[in-house]
C-alpha cells in the first residue's frame, strides 16, 4: 500500500506527543485519547453523530432512533459522558412532576465528530490516490 512519505519525519512534530498540547491545556493527552477511542465504537459514534446534528435528545428519543435497548444505550451513553463528550442535563417542564433526561454533544465531542471522524469520511475521495497500491 503507497502512502505519503512527504509526511514522515516532519521537523514540526516533537519527540513526545504530549508536547503537541499548549502549556495551559485543558486536558491531558489521555484524555484526548480516551475520546477519540470512545468514538471509535460504532454504537458510540452513532450517538454522538446524532446529538451533534440533531441536538438534545432523550434516551428514549435516542433508543428509538439507534434501535437498541435501554441498557445498552444507558452504557455507551455513560462512557461518552466520562470521557467529555456528552453532558447530561436534566429540567422539569413546566406543570410536570420529575425530571426529564437529555443528553447533548460538549464542544469536545462536537470537534471530535466533525473534525475528526466526519472529516475523515468526506475526504475519503481524496484519498484514493495515497493508497492506490498500484501506484508504489
Sequence with gaps: MA???TRTGGGDA?????DLLPA???LSLHKYLDMHAAVGHRTRYEILYRLVHSGDMSPTELADTLDIDDSTLHYHLNTLV???LVEKRQC???GQDG???YYRATVFGDVTLTDGVDELIRG???FGEL?????A
Design 24 to 26: 495551559e491545556s485543558m
Design 3 to 5: 502512502t505519503d512519505q
Design 82 to 84: 466520562d470521557v467529555g
Design 92 to 94: 422539569t417542564e413546566r
Design 99 to 101: 425530571l426529564d433526561t
Design 14 to 18: 516533537p519527540d513526545d506527543p504530549a
Design 131 to 135: 493508497y492506490d497500491s498500484s501506484t
Design 124 to 126: 475519503e475521495h481524496g
